[in-house]
């Protein structure tokens, strides 16, 4: 296994210093690694085609290639700025990519990394971005490896990429634990959240939220039919919400949101904003974190949620950071006219064991469009 402060250490070496992206689970021990770092020298970026651009700024403003790390869901937000500004084709941006291999063939993982595990070397080809498999057995081979990776990417004046397996990093030996004041769990928030949306319909985003979302209508005997889980696509939630708002105006839709997906797609804020449907309600589980991939801070630190959503036309925006605060906002969200918008400070972290839906996508999006009938 690699040593994730001495695999930053040769980085640094290889003159790079500044590092940019999206957080990914089989990442959690680099990321963790990187969060000791200056603010200058580390952006945890709102998607992972704003990293790619972050790493382009880099290069132009210093002639060093940046890193952008990635869960492979993430080349897809990516494509396009790697193969219209970065590619060798156009501006011939070095930097090196270190993508998390979620779904790669014969290991076992969810449905929703299924195809993009599949394709991601092929899609690497595609693209022309020529990559290696991050070695795992010890540092110096995996230092080799990044050596290589950055002499083509400098040389040839192009993004390369590592391919990194589950289980490739040690746990960082700097990662420490960091403080949160927040009184509820996401858990015990969602909680009321659902007592309130009853059997209407909801769009549930993605990460932990969904699974605890499945695990309390399990535990409560209720159904999953309106239920959508938004496994993959993350920062698409509300997007979803609104085709459905829009084509079913008499249905009330639920989003429950996470604070790391609403950043990723932000606009998609004001194109609810704009086209304004009443029966859509959008709340946003705040934790400040990337909280179901290792809780790696988000911006949300330094973003007032409330006044971006009354700033895009939510006729209704409220904020709640305990259970008394959460029930009136509820009760005001509930029947006031959409689109409305509750932001919830929470804390941290999840349970531990907990599930995952055991019903497939497509089974759970046929039960779902059927609740329609
Ligand atoms: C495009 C894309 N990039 C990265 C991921 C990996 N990922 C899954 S959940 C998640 C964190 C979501 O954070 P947030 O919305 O704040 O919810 P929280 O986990 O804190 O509840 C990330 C980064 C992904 N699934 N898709």
């Known amino acids: 296994m690699v040593h994730p402060e001495r695999f930053i250490e040769t980085l640094n070496q290889n003159g790079v210093t500044f590092f940019t992206g ?8 680099f990321c963790l690694g990187l969060s000791s770092l200056p603010a200058a020298q580390h952006v945890t970026a709102a998607n992972e085609g704003a990293a790619v651009a972050l790493a382009t700024g880099h290069y132009l403003a210093t002639g060093d290639p940046a890193l952008v790390y990635l869960q492979n869901s993430g080349l897809g937000n990516a494509v396009n700025p790697l193969v219209s500004l970065a590619d060798p084709a156009v501006y011939g941006i070095p930097m090196l990519l270190m993508i998390g291999w979620r779904g ?22 595609t693209l022309g971005i020529p990559y290696r498999v991050l070695p795992q057995e010890d540092d110096s081979v995996a230092h080799k490896a990044v050596e290589h990776m950055l002499s083509i990417a400098r040389e040839e004046r192009r993004p390369t990429a590592l391919l990194v397996r589950k289980g490739t990093f040690f746990m960082c030996e700097t990662a420490h634990d960091r403080k949160d004041a927040a009184s509820m769990t996401r858990e015990e928030a969602l909680k009321k959240v659902i007592e309130f949306v009853g059997t209407e319909h909801v769009v549930a985003t993605t990460g932990m939220l969904s699974r605890e979302l499945f695990e309390l209508r399990e535990q409560y005997n209720g159904s999953h039919e309106r239920d959508f889980l938004t496994v993959g696509s993350m920062g698409h939630a509300s997007s979803i ?8 105006p008499g249905n ?55 006044a971006i959503a009354k700033a895009v036309g939510y006729p209704t925006a409220l ?3 305990n259970q008394k605060e959460l029930m009136d906002a509820l009760v005001v969200i509930k029947h006031s006219m959409g689109p409305s918008f509750l932001e919830i400070r929470i804390r941290r972290g999840a349970r531990d064991g907990l599930g995952r839906p055991t019903k497939t996508p497509r089974e759970s999006a046929d039960a779902f469009r059927m609740s329609f009938e």
């Open 252 to 306: 009330p839709v639920w989003c429950l949101d996470g604070d790391g997906a609403v950043l990723m797609h932000l606009g998609s804020l004001a194109t609810i904003g704009k086209n304004a449907p009443k029966n859509f309600r959008h709340v946003v589980f705040n934790n400040q974190a990337h909280d179901s991939v290792g809780g790696h801070l988000t911006a949300a630190d330094g973003a007032d949620f409330v």
């Open 104 to 125: 790669e063939p014969n290991v076992v993982d969810e449905p929703q990394h299924t195809r993009q595990g599949a394709i991601t070397p092929t899609l690497l080809d």
């Open 22 to 29: 999206v957080p990914d689970s089989l990442l959690k021990e």
């Open 241 to 248: 919400a609104l085709g459905i708002a829009l084509a079913r």
């Open 319 to 321: 904020f709640a950071a």
